[in-house]
């Protein structure tokens, strides 16, 4: 056995260079933490963040917001739309729910929809898709992450687009009626992000003529409609540009979430200035089951503020905070006034001073 060791060379080899970084001498500021410094700390941030909180909730107050659970609807004949698609899968179902507005929501007015108990955020169900195909690049061989999306199992076509969050599109068709002034002109665009329309999604050649830039390719397998049927009422609204597509293709980060559906057209005079109060009909096509997972899901009529739709989550936090930064802050003020040290007595202890 050999009792060589390492040459001399070879240690210098490793030494790291002569730099004030690898040889760890770069110049180091470390605060001494006291009450002088951080009792104001508390303070200020308390003394601000209750304020900054108030005045979300102000806001967030003057939002006008209705939700209708429409998930056990019935139909004429006195069965839930749901157990009729359950028993018919591939079958619409009608239903009307009314709907009572008691105030008038003024200014700009927003429809959303919402689901209960839809995991979005599962990790393989985000990773369920083909970015590259969603730029418009279509390839025979879909990403692997679509599996068991990725090519119809009758047809053995690949699927555009593939994956199990396109898959699972939102499918319900929802209109608004008003009793007094017909049905609410509803705005399909506009309801996705700019960003997104413009950069991550894209529709593949020959954009004018889809039916044929996706010939070769199956429709996701729940989908009742083709990719370039998705809005038969604008062809720019189809493909891989379809709003609704690209709004539910943004995934959820908590399992009950809204996303928004429609934008109310307050160019036509009866809505100019928002949805009067009054009776309403919510007319839906049901086409999407939510009982499979127990869930539910419903239409949010909302108007928004200068912060966005109605959120007070974000007000009681901040002044959560800030209660909890003063009460802690008048805490130790009270432990620094009966044991507190001088910060001359803390600067100069060294390791002679004697514990007390």
């Known amino acids: 056995m050999s009792n060589e060791y390492p040459s001399s060379s070879r240690v210098l080899q490793k030494k790291p260079s002569e730099s004030a970084f690898k040889q760890q001498k770069l110049p180091a500021w470390q605060p001494i933490l006291t009450a002088g410094t951080v009792l104001p700390t508390f303070f200020v941030i308390g003394i601000a963040f209750i304020p900054i909180g108030v005045g979300i909730l102000f806001f967030n107050s003057g939002v006008q917001e209705t939700e209708i659970d429409y998930t056990d609807c019935v139909t004429e004949s006195g069965i839930t739309c749901a157990k009729q698609i359950d028993s018919f899968r591939n079958r ?154 690209i709004v539910w293709m943004r995934t959820a980060a908590l399992p009950n979430f809204r996303k928004l559906y429609r934008r109310v057209n307050h160019t036509e005079e009866k809505f100019s200035h928002g949805l009067p109060k009054g009776d309403y009909l919510l007319h839906v096509n049901y086409n999407y089951p939510v009982k499979p997972f127990k869930g539910t899901k419903s239409l949010i009529i909302s108007t928004t503020s200068v912060l966005g739709a109605k959120n007070p989550f974000l007000g009681w936090a901040y002044i959560a905070v800030g209660c909890l930064c003063l009460i802690v802050g008048v805490l130790f003020l009270v432990i620094h006034i009966k044991y507190g040290k001088s910060t001359a007595e803390v600067v100069n202890v060294t390791p002679t001073t004697s514990y007390q």
């Open 92 to 245: 619409s179902c009608i239903c009307t729910v009314p709907v009572k507005l008691d105030v008038n929501f003024e200014g700009n007015v927003f429809l959303y929809y919402g689901l209960t108990n839809f995991y979005q955020n599962h990790r393989r169900y985000v990773k369920s898709r083909d970015d590259v195909q969603l730029l418009g690049k279509l390839s025979s061989t879909p990403s692997g992450d679509c599996e068991p999306y990725q090519y119809d199992q009758i047809t053995k076509k690949p699927i555009a687009p593939c994956g199990a969050i396109a898959n699972s599109m939102f499918s319900d068709v929802l209109r608004l009626e008003s009793i007094d002034h017909g049905f609410v002109p509803l705005l399909k665009t506009g309801i996705a992000w700019p960003s997104d329309k413009e950069i991550k999604f894209r529709n593949p050649e020959p954009k004018e003529n889809l039916k044929k830039a996706f010939e070769g390719y199956a429709k996701p397998k729940d989908w009742r409609q083709e990719i370039w049927e998705l809005d038969p009422g604008d062809t720019s609204n189809n493909g891989f540009q379809n709003e609704d597509f």
